[in-house]
């Protein structure tokens, strides 16, 4: 990518947001019917691309439990997350729980011999090598290899970061830009696109395929196809209208642009609008 020079001795890349950017149709259409929206991670397939955490389940997406829900007092209220995460267990639902890194040694500690399917460790900002004088920080490379349960990780925003994450060993890593550190982010077009690049490169090293999870406040399924395309496998969702709408939309999309599946989709091509 072309660099910008912004003084003597220093350049940057331009950075894109996801509203910046519009999906290129193909040469073929196909009908909406015959799209597939499902998507895999690790050995769970889901009906479509979205995922929540604490918030509304949607169907047929990754609806994770936010273990910070159950904290309380300076401890987790064990009795109660065991009891949501059996009680998703004895219903077939894919059990997943979320928590900050902080407090990933407590809730593994906590919940004991009962294991969810899948844990997310998730903070605005997560990287491989947390480093602070004050306290023992969260080993993540440790903690995901000693665990016999698929782990998603994150969020992060450049290549780097996101290799680094991956070669933890992690199932899944989260992309999403940090609206709270002041001068600092990457627009979401960008960042996705960049975390696609260190999959591609961390798959090259070991021949392992990291799920991609981008945070996007959608608003059309037009947003969930977007992020797609840049790079993404599904959306955490922080604000949605309705679910059906935004499946509809998506399929729309991807019937306009003819691909059949969310795999075919990160093929299609992109343009800057703005």
């Keep these: 990518m072309a660099q910008i020079e912004i003084g003597r001795g220093k350049s940057a890349r331009r950075g894109y947001g996801l509203d910046e950017v519009s999906i290129v149709p193909s040469r073929r259409t196909r009908d909406a019917d015959d799209v597939v929206t499902s998507w895999q991670l690790d050995a769970f397939t889901f009906d479509v691309p ?19 829900g159950y904290w309380s007092g300076g401890e ?36 004991g011999r009962t294991e969810p399917d899948l844990l997310m460790i998730r903070g605005r900002v997560v990287s491989a090598e947390h480093v602070s004088k004050d306290r023992e920080p969260l080993n993540l490379k440790k903690t995901v290899r000693q665990l016999e349960v698929p782990v998603v990780a994150g969020a992060c925003s450049s290549f780097r970061a996101a290799l680094h994450l991956m070669r933890t060993g992690a199932a899944g890593v989260i992309v999403a830009s940090d609206p709270h550190s002041e001068g600092v982010g990457v627009p979401l077009a960008t960042a996705i696109a960049d975390v696609r690049a260190a999959r591609m490169q961390h798959l090259d090293e070991t021949g392992v395929y990291v799920q991609v999870i981008a945070t996007v406040p959608v608003r059309t399924g037009g947003d969930v196809a977007k992020a797609v395309v840049c790079g993404a496998d599904a959306v955490l969702v922080q604000s949605a209208p309705e679910n059906s709408t935004v499946i509809a939309d998506l399929r729309r999309t991807m019937a306009t642009c003819g691909y059949e599946s969310v795999k075919e989709l990160q093929a299609a091509e992109l343009v800057v609008i703005a």
């Design 76 to 111: 987790f209220d064990a009795t109660s997350l065991t009891a949501a995460i059996n009680e998703l267990n004895d219903a077939g639902d894919v059990s997943a729980v979320a928590v900050r890194p902080q407090r990933a040694e407590q809730l593994i500690a906590a919940l």
């Design 50 to 68: 979205l995922v929540t955490v604490g918030g509304p389940s949607i169907d047929g997406a990754l609806n994770v439990i936010d273990a910070e």
